[in-house]
């Protein structure tokens, strides 16, 4: 029994959302229906006024450069660019965050030495940790988070949350986070089930 899907749901700006499920109950779904990926569904999905299923391709790439932030499951990076560009390109685009405070936060997770090597070089938890500080490099209301920290260890775990809550604290963003286990690595307004 999902309590997340066939139901109206609302979250409000500046909640931290946990979407708690098994592996294949349609987590990364969800997310991507939230990030306007998908579009095959009944129903509909409202960004303050906006249905995103009504949105041509360039408005939702607006809002999505202005409100939604992400970090895909996947990480989607670019494998043969280095740390430092794949970071540099949202960075840029965005103009939100500048190359200091970018850089800051990859020593932060331990990426500082790291920065001009390729991608595709890093293992999948420092790929993650690339991922994680791309998705804080450009402004957002809602940030998305798609079993972000499954591939960190628990001490590389616990620097990412803390980055990721001064990121969103500044702005009051919502979080909403996927896993396949409870957590508490943030202080959850409400916890649905797939």
């Known amino acids: 029994n999902a309590t997340a899907w066939e139901q109206d749901l609302v979250f409000n700006q500046g909640e931290h959302i946990l979407v708690q499920g098994p592996s294949g109950s349609g987590k990364t779904l969800f997310i991507n229906t939230l990030y306007g990926l998908r579009k095959d569904f009944a129903g509909k999905v409202h960004w303050s006024s906006f249905n995103l299923k009504e949105l041509t391709a360039m408005q939702l790439s607006q809002l999505r450069a202005a409100s939604i932030s992400i970090v895909f499951q996947d990480m989607r990076l670019f494998p043969e660019l280095t740390v430092w560009e794949n970071i540099d390109i949202k960075r840029r685009i965005t103009d939100t965050v500048t190359g200091y405070d970018a850089e800051q936060w990859l020593e932060r997770l331990g990426m500082g030495n790291k920065l001009d090597v390729e991608v595709s ?64 690595d943030f202080v959850y307004d409400k916890k649905m089930l797939l």
């Open 121 to 184: 070089q890093l293992s999948v938890g420092e790929q993650q940790r690339v991922a994680i500080v791309r998705a804080l490099s450009q402004p957002f209301e809602w940030l998305l988070l798609d079993e972000p920290f499954s591939y960190l260890d628990f001490f590389n775990r616990q620097k990412a949350i803390a980055l990721i809550k001064e990121v969103a604290g500044f702005t009051r963003a919502g979080i909403i986070v996927t896993s396949v286990t409870a957590n508490e």
